[in-house]
């Protein structure tokens, strides 16, 4: 029986600083997740923590890991050539297929972009979905923006807001919280439209409301908890949130199912 605690040494090949606290992996590894899943990522004698997937293709996976703590400190100071540590995929992944031919406005907030990412990429990389989709980005600040390059690539395709918090000299795009823009994003028919929204527990509660109030149901929603994933296989209980165990039943929710789980 395959030990589920076992990870795979998985070779450090590019590293990308994306911010001053926040760079992407490239890991050459076998692992194949899919849009949303996460993974544990240790480093010898220091520990393991868990990262949403941020990229994958045949034979790497990225993982963009901001630092936090002592741990994913200790991570960011590794070179490109080493080795990290990485198990899983873990959790439930965003419903791809059932997004597929529908409406689809993500929405994330700070580096709540990298477990969205990939299913950003997968539905711009098909040309019956590109049409049908609307991203709605929000950062702390025009330094904070993560993926700047290849945001400004889908903004050549799809609708795009990014607004940072609160005005800056240096910058002349949309300013205030993402909440403040859903109300500009088109929603041609509430029924059949989805939403993905990622980020902190307070904005994905108020984002979740607009977002109701132009229409969408609970049941057209979907979230992201990603809440002290320590085991990744529902054995810890960390993660627990009332009866459901985030990293085994999430951390992708639907916000009819999320409604109900509380601390």
């Given amino acids: 029986m395959k030990n589920p605690y076992l990870p795979e040494p998985c070779r450090i090949v590019a590293i990308k600083e994306e911010t001053d606290i926040e760079s992407t992996f490239t890991l050459k590894s076998s692992i194949r997740p899919q849009h949303g899943q996460f993974v544990e990522v240790s480093k010898p004698g220091v520990g393991e923590a868990p990262i949403s997937v941020s990229g994958f293709g045949e034979g790497f996976i990225e993982l963009t890991i901001r630092k936090a703590g002592h741990l994913t400190g200790k991570i ?3 070179q490109a050539g ?3 540590f990485v198990r899983g995929p873990y959790g439930v992944c965003f419903p ?3 997004f597929a031919g529908k409406n689809l406005i993500v929405a994330s907030g700070g ?3 990298a477990p969205v990412r990939t299913l950003i990429r997968s539905r711009l990389a098909d040309q019956e979905q590109v049409s049908r989709t609307s991203l709605l980005f929000g950062f ?4 904070s923006i993560l993926f700047r390059d290849e945001i400004d690539d889908w903004k ?3 609708p795009v807001v990014v607004t940072i918090d609160k005005e800056a000299c240096s910058w002349t795009g949309k300013t205030g919280f993402i909440t403040a823009h859903v109300p500009d994003v088109a929603i041609a028919d509430p029924a059949t439209s989805y939403a993905v929204v990622v980020g902190p527990p307070v904005m994905m509660k108020y984002t979740t409301q607009e977002f109701m109030k132009r229409g969408l149901s609970p049941e057209n929603i979907y979230v992201s908890f990603e809440r002290r994933m320590a085991c990744g296989i529902g054995k810890c209980g960390h993660c627990k949130i009332d009866d459901s165990y985030v990293c085994v039943d999430g951390p992708v929710y639907r916000y009819d199912k999320a409604l109900r789980l509380l601390d």
Avoid: I, R, Y
């Avoid at 702390?140 to 330094?143: C, H, I, S, V």
């Fill in 82 to 84: 080493e080795t990290l």
């Fill in 76 to 78: 960011l100071e590794s």
């Fill in 96 to 98: 791809a297929d059932l």
């Fill in 111 to 113: 580096c709540a972009v």
């Fill in 140 to 143: 702390k600040d025009p330094q």
């Fill in 156 to 158: 050549e395709a799809v």
